[in-house]
Structure formats: structure tokens, C-alpha cells
């Protein structure tokens, strides 16, 4: 028996899917780009749901659109029903020909550049059909919208987003043959006393901890200077500004280069997380892929840093997976927006 509700259905889901990507883009003209429809039937079909619900969903204006407060609701139900209905599809049509489709991630800069284009690298020989777009950026602002997926360094703080531990980065210590000429050398974790530690703003909370690794009160923890980047530390640290928390890859250019000298070597004061960041729990099959790679090889192809020592402070537990409130070339690398 024909079910008289079933062409309604198919309509009313497609609009959801509609529906969500504007939620999600937050302008109908982004919605098209995404789902490579006009605008106008972006905005005949949002028009088309509401009129079915019943409901003002989208708040329209001459430059933009904002979900009412209906909107959200409805948004944040049909949210999860969408993305699950995309996994699923990706998931049998990834088992019949293999996983297929463009992922673009965000990675943080410099920092484990090696280690993280190795796993790139691998994973791209094993799936020929996946396409990556790579960029730097250091905030998930845009998960769920531009962007796939974000490597981020420290502790997770990223509002309603979902993270997942990957492993750390071993940080050591590093000055410049001038500053440790004018200072002293710097021999027992009790040199350390006195002296300008810098460090990015990322792994604040190590340098909180260096006490309990065996280093005397008395630390200039960052003087007056915030920063942002290792590479900026790096800079700074070479200029004769203090001692630098480095992950060994940004420091390896500045000691080749004579600009750097490791500081009590064989000693890793700090473990800094790293995490991935995604917009939600339900990954349509090529993310899910990916991440399960990441997370099954950072800590092999990072660990060579860190080979034998024992950590004296890590930033905090690793959790598990914590709930924190055109086609181009296969490999393809954009600037941060």
C-alpha cells in the first residue's frame, strides 16, 4: 500500500538538509556554494519548511541570515539526524569502492610539521580517492563550516566542540651561545633559577608545573612577554632574550644554525597534548578513517623526540574522546583566513 505521507517525507528531509547547511554556513548564498544549488531554491525550500512547521526559522536581512530562536531548536535536532544519514551513506559507499571525497584540515603551525606530514603522507598512499586541503589555523571557529578537522596543541578548550587526545610533544630547553655567555651555563636544573623562561602561550600550564619536575622556585615564567607561537620563541630565545620551551623540530633549524644551544640536553621538562578537534561525533566515513590513522600513528612517528626520557610535568590526563560543551590536486595547502 503506497504510503500518501511518502513524497512529503522526501521533501521535508531534503529540506532539513537545507535547512542544516544554512545553520551551519549562516548566509543562503554560503548554503548554495555548499550544496551547489541557486540561491533561490535555498530560499524557496527554507521557505517551504517553514511554511510546514509552521515556524519562523531564519531571520532575514538585506546582508545576512540568523536562525530565530526556533531556528536553533530545530537546527540543533535536525543537526546530528543529517550528519548520522551522510555517515551512513558514506560508510556502505566507502565498503563498495573505497573512501573517497576531500578533507580539509587544520593544523598548528610549525610545531610537529614532521611527524604530522608523515601521517598525511601515509595515509594519502592508502586511499587514493581521498583528496586533502591543509592549512594553518589555531581556533575550530570554523569546524563544521570550511573546515574539517583541527590539530590543536595544550589543553582542549574549544567551547561545544568534540576533541580527542592524539599524544604530546616532548618540549626541552634551548638559549643562544651569547645569552649563556653573558649569564653562565647552565649545568643542574638549579641554573635554572632566576632565569627569563619563555614559552608559548600554549603550554602555560607546564611551566606551572616545572616545580614539581625538580626545578627550584624562583622561575621567571614568560617575564614581560606573552607569545603566541614557538617560532616566536625560537626568534626571541636566539636574540638573547632568555630560555626557551622549544619542541625540538622548530628549535633544529636555529641549532644548525648556531643560533641555539640545547639546554640540560637530556632532560624533557614538559609533555604537551595534542589533540584533534572535531565538529561532531558523528564523522562521515573518510573522517572517521583519518583520525583513527592519526591517532593510531602520531604517537610512533612523534615519539622519536622523546625516546627514553621520562617527562618531569604533563599538561593534564589524556582523555579519550571528551564532549567539551571545485576539486583540486589531492594535497593542497591554504592560508589561514
Known amino acids: 500500500m503506497t504510503d500518501p505521507m511518502g513524497p512529503q517525507r522526501v521533501n521535508n528531509f531534503r529540506d532539513m ?3 542544516v547547511e544554512v545553520g551551519r554556513r549562516e548566509t543562503f548564498t554560503h548554503a548554495a556554494r555548499a550544496l551547489g544549488l541557486p540561491v533561490s531554491t535555498i530560499a524557496r525550500r527554507i521557505a517551504a519548511l517553514e511554511s510546514d512547521l509552521g515556524l519562523s526559522l531564519v531571520e532575514r536581512t538585506t546582508r545576512e541570515q540568523r536562525l530565530t530562536a526556533d ?15 551522510v555517515a551512513a551513506y558514506e560508510d556502505v559507499h566507502a565498503q563498495a ?13 610549525e610545531v610537529a610539521a614532521g611527524t604530522l606530514a608523515r ?6 598512499r592508502e586511499n587514493a580517492g581521498i583528496d586533502l586541503v591543509v592549512e594553518v589555523a589555531h581556533d575550530g571557529q570554523r ?11 595544550g589543553p582542549p578548550d574549544h567551547g561545544a566542540l568534540v576533541t580527542r587526545r592524539i599524544g604530546s610533544i616532548g618540549l626541552r630547553l634551548y638559549a643562544s651561545p651569547g645569552y649563556l655567555a653573558e649569564h653562565g651555563a647552565i649545568t643542574s636544573r638549579a641554573g635554572l633559577r632566576g632565569r627569563e623562561i619563555l614559552a608559548a602561550r600554549a603550554c602555560a600550564d607546564g611551566l606551572a608545573g616545572l616545580s614539581d619536575a625538580g626545578v627550584p622556585p624562583g622561575l621567571n615564567c614568560g617575564g614581560r612577554l606573552t607569545v603566541e607561537t614557538f617560532a616566536l620563541v625560537a626568534g626571541l630565545a636566539a636574540a638573547g632574550q632568555g630560555v626557551a620551551l622549544l619542541p625540538p623540530d622548530v628549535a633544529a633549524l636555529h641549532v644548525r644554525a648556531g643560533a641555539l644551544s640545547p639546554v ?17 561525533r558523528l564523522l562521515p ?24 626520557e621520562k617527562p618531569g610535568a604533563r599538561l593534564q590526563p589524556a582523555p579519550s574522546l571528551a564532549r567539551i560543551a571545485p576539486p583540486g590536486p ?4 591554504a592560508a589561514a583566513r
Do not use: N, Q
Not at 569546524?143 to 596543541?153: A, S, T, Y
Open 71 to 85: 531556528g536553533i531548536r530545530c537546527f540543533e535536532r535536525c543537526r546530528d539526524v543529517v550528519d548520522d544519514a
Open 97 to 109: 569502492h573505497g573512501l573517497k571525497g576531500r578533507i580539509r584540515l587544520a593544523l598548528p603551525g
Open 264 to 280: 640540560l640536553a637530556d632532560w624533557t621538562p614538559v609533555l604537551l597534548p595534542v589533540s584533534i578537534v572535531m565538529a561532531s
Open 17 to 19: 538538509i537545507i535547512f
Open 119 to 124: 601521517i598525511v603522507a601515509s595515509f594519502l
Open 285 to 308: 566515513a573518510r573522517l572517521r578513517s583519518f583520525v583513527a590513522h592519526l591517532v593510531a600513528r602520531f604517537p610512533a612517528e612523534a615519539g622519536a623526540d622523546c625516546a627514553g
Open 143 to 153: 569546524l563544521g563550516h570550511d573546515l574539517d578537522l583541527l590539530v590543536c596543541l
Open 330 to 333: 589531492r594535497l593542497a595547502g
